[in-house]
T-cell receptor, first 116, second 114 residues
Framework: AQSVAQPEDQVNVAEGNPLTVKCTYS??????LFWYVQYPNRGLQFLLKYITGDNLVKGSYGFEAEFNKSQTSFHLKKPSALVSDSALYFCAVRDYNAGNNRKLIWGLGTSLAVNP | NAGVTQTPKFQVLKTGQSMTLQCAQD?????MYWYRQDPGMGLRLIYY???????DKGEVPNGYNVSRLNKREFSLRLESAAPSQTSVYFCASRPFDIFTYEQYFGPGTRLTVT
């Protein structure tokens, strides 16, 4: 079965430190992977995606993600965290069983808290 | 562009009441989706519409109906609300592009059923 796992419910980092939010996946074909961010009381915003090509993908707000095929992971990273990065982060993967319906399979989310 | 808009932002219903959540997008997207978000359960797909004139069930369709009124609008109806439907509801849309999977979300509707 296809799935996405975000193994940490919450991540705490100090402002200025590097941050990593973890995501692992299991799919039946080549993975299309996505990261979204949800600020309090807001909708989800697209951050970045990996479809093919360079394993390091750069996205919005200084975030990047590293695709690792052998570890089936797609971890979200930022070199220097800001308090304003505090939010809920979702990883998602293309649902191969959806055919042309282009659905996504979502992780449960990781709450990131950046402490001043 | 307003993007994806949802109305209302907040709603309180009594058990058994009905209501319709409205969603509209001005990005000329073909596909539209309704999700619910509950603590610890992430996002769950209720219904989706791959294109105007089509709708399909997602993971949790029971207790809901949808209407794809036109290309812009996709509404979600609760015929007889239950406390288990207390949630935050998000509408999303996606452009018609075989390489585009990312979805664009509205701000959400926070629904409480008492």
């Amino acid at each position: 079965a296809q799935s996405v796992a975000q193994p940490e419910d919450q991540v705490n980092v100090a402002e200025g430190n590097p941050l990593t939010v973890k995501c692992t996946y299991s799919v039946s074909g080549n993975p299309y992977l996505f990261w979204y961010v949800q600020y309090p009381n807001r909708g989800l915003q697209f951050l970045l995606k990996y479809i093919t090509g360079d394993n390091l993908v750069k996205g919005s707000y200084g975030f990047e993600a590293e695709f690792n095929k052998s570890q089936t992971s797609f971890h979200l990273k930022k070199p220097s965290a800001l308090v304003s990065d505090s939010a809920l982060y979702f990883c998602a993967v293309r649902d191969y069983n959806a055919g042309n319906n282009r659905k996504l399979i979502w992780g449960l989310g990781t709450s990131l808290a950046v402490n001043p | 562009n307003a993007g994806v808009t949802q109305t209302p932002k907040f709603q309180v219903l009594k058990t058994g009441q009905s209501m319709t959540l409205q969603c509209a997008q001005d990005m000329n997207h073909n596909s539209m989706y309704w999700y619910r978000q509950d603590p610890g359960m992430g996002l769950r797909l209720i219904y989706y519409s791959a294109s105007e004139g089509t709708t399909d069930k997602g993971e949790v369709p029971n207790g809901y109906n949808v209407s794809r009124l036109n290309k812009r609008e996709f509404s979600l109806r609760l015929e007889s609300a239950a406390p288990s439907q207390t949630s935050v509801y998000f509408c999303a849309s996606r452009p018609f592009d075989i390489f585009t999977y990312e979805q664009y979300f509205g701000p959400g509707t926070r629904l409480t059923v008492t």
